[in-house]
């Protein structure tokens, strides 16, 4: 069993940053492979980011790329989202998500096995 908590979202002006935290419990952190999605009012939820179990590989929404850098720290057993240049229409719910035991389809929702409560991400325009 794992258990994640995010922390780190909040109100921000757009064109502002902030940096996402998600703590994982467990020893095996190293093992998964960690995502970042989103959510926003009325919407699906959405991909944002992922990260190879050593870091070494990472993907991105196209809507984020270039604006958000996902990256882990396996000694502290955290997974970060730093995002850059939001917009409004960042505005949304932040989950993290660990999954092992999959290749590929990093972006799908449905291969993920733990999730966290998520982080309110709300940006004015």
């Known amino acids: 069993q794992v258990r994640l908590v995010e922390s780190g979202g909040g109100l921000v002006q757009a064109g502002g940053s902030l940096r996402l935290s998600c703590v994982a419990s467990?020893?095996?952190?190293?093992?998964?492979?960690m995502g970042w999605f989103r959510q926003a009012p009325g919407k699906e939820r959405e991909f944002v980011a992922a990260?190879?179990?050593?870091?070494?590989?990472?993907y991105y929404a196209d809507s984020v790329k270039g604006r958000c850098t996902i990256s882990r720290d396996n000694a502290r057993n955290t997974v970060y989202l730093q995002m850059d240049s939001l917009k409004p229409d960042d505005t949304a719910v932040y989950y993290c998500?660990?999954?092992?035991?999959?290749?590929?389809?990093?972006?799908?929702?449905?291969?993920?096995?733990?999730w966290g409560q998520g982080t309110q991400v709300t940006v004015s325009s």
């Open positions: 998500a660990a999954r092992r035991g999959y290749i590929g389809d990093y972006y799908i929702s449905e291969t993920y096995n733990y």
């Open positions: 990260s190879s179990r050593n870091g070494g590989t990472t």
């Open positions: 467990g020893r095996t952190f190293s093992g998964y492979d």
